[in-house]
Structures are given as structure tokens and as C-alpha cells.
């Protein structure tokens, strides 16, 4: 089952801090974000693995609840280049994820 | 390092056609996945391939099929296009074990 993301878009101005959620059903091993730009690919941000290991951009935190099945994308003094839909892909086993993605937040930053 | 590519970028198809897409994985990955997006959704799973060989699949009809070659680059192939396959396909390229994937800058298909 797909997992949920919230809020479905948010607009802020630049400069102000934002979170995104992602909430499984399911027993996840991962949790994969993504950022999209309309018509592009989606560009990796970070990975969360079950057990605490993080790995990816210096400037976005996330955090993952494994007993929740529950992750947050953490973007702070958001910049304009941080526009765009964001996306979590969670995995069931490590290292030959089969990623099922979510409903997508978009996320637009304003001068 | 050489970033995941896929061609063509566009493509137009005639519904009960057939089409192939290809995509070459970044330099040092040996496992590439396939994902459809249909507009305005995110990526759906529509199989893995490791050391040339399917490594698990998604909720696809056999009609989608693939391969991988020595090199691990990857095509996939769709049979008896309906409509509905119109979408943008992407292929992301990982290391076994890794865990992170990149994903090539997609081919959009169009079935009329």
C-alpha cells in the first residue's frame, strides 16, 4: 500500500522552515526522499535506514520512527532552489529496495 | 562519474505496438530498477534487475518485460501498448547493498 504523505502542498516564503510526513502501513527497513522538479527526475535526498544509520544532504535532516512506520523530511531556512514535489519511497529489506513511493507533497518557495 | 541516461527522451507509440526503452546505469552500479509515473503520482515499481537477472517485480502484466546486459545497462520492453502505459519511464540505478538510487532523466511515452 502506497504511503501517505502530508501536507498534500505547502507554499512558503523564503527563508522559513518546513516538514514533511510520510506514514506507512507497513513494517519498512527504509525510507527514501526524494525531491522532483516538474518534467525533471527525481534527484535523491536522503535514506533512513531501520536501526539509526542516515546517509545524504548536508543541508536536509529527516528522521525515521521505526515502531510508527513514520518518517519526517526536515528542510530549514528553505532556499527558492528548494521548490518542487517531494516524494518518500520506503522498502521493506535493505540493499535491493523495491521502493513504494508516496502521494507527493509540493512544496513551492516564494521570494 | 557518468550519471544514469536513458533513451530516447521522447517517444510516440500507436496503441498494439511495441516499444523498447533503454537506460545505461552509473559508472560502479550493478542493479537497475524500472518505475512508471503517470502524471501528477509518484513513481510505481515495475521490476529490478541484478547480475542480469529479475530481482523482484512489481504489479505489472507480463506484457512489460526486461533485461540487463553485461555492462548493467537495461531495456525494457512493453507489448500490446494500451493507452494507459502513456506515462514517463525511469530508471534508477543503485549498488547491491547500497541502498541509494539514482534515477536517468526518464522517457516519456505517449500511446495514442
Known amino acids: 500500500q502506497q504511503p501517505v504523505q502530508s501536507p498534500q502542498a505547502v507554499i512558503l516564503r523564503e527563508g522559513e522552515d518546513a516538514v514533511i510526513n510520510c506514514s506507512s502501513s507497513k513494517a519498512l527497513y527504509s525510507v527514501h526522499w526524494y525531491r522532483q522538479k516538474h518534467g525533471e527526475a527525481p534527484v535523491f535526498l536522503m535514506i533512513l535506514l531501520k536501526g539509526g544509520e542516515q546517509k545524504g544532504h548536508e543541508k536536509i535532516s529527516a528522521s525515521f520512527n521505526e515502531k510508527k512506520q513514520q518518517s519526517s523530511l526536515y528542510l530549514t531556512a528553505s532556499q527558492l532552489s528548494y521548490s518542487g514535489t517531494y516524494f518518500c519511497g520506503t522498502g521493506a529489506n535493505f540493499g535491493n529496495e523495491k521502493l513504494t513511493f508516496g502521494t507527493g507533497t509540493r512544496l513551492t518557495i516564494i521570494p | 562519474e557518468t550519471g544514469v541516461t536513458q533513451s530516447p527522451t521522447h517517444l510516440i507509440k500507436t496503441r498494439g505496438q511495441q516499444v523498447t526503452l533503454r537506460c545505461s546505469s552509473q559508472s560502479g552500479h550493478n542493479t537497475v530498477s524500472w518505475y512508471q509515473q503517470a502524471l501528477g503520482q509518484g513513481p510505481q515499481f515495475i521490476f529490478q534487475?541484478?547480475?542480469?537477472?529479475?530481482?523482484g517485480r512489481g504489479n505489472f502484466p507480463p506484457r512489460f518485460s526486461g533485461l540487463q546486459f553485461p555492462n548493467y545497462s537495461s531495456e525494457l520492453n512493453v507489448n500490446a501498448l494500451e493507452l494507459d502505459d502513456s506515462a514517463l519511464y525511469l530508471c534508477a540505478s543503485s549498488s547491491m547493498g547500497r541502498g541509494e538510487q539514482y534515477f536517468g532523466p526518464g522517457t516519456r511515452l505517449t500511446v495514442t
Open positions: 534487475y541484478y547480475r542480469e537477472e529479475e530481482n
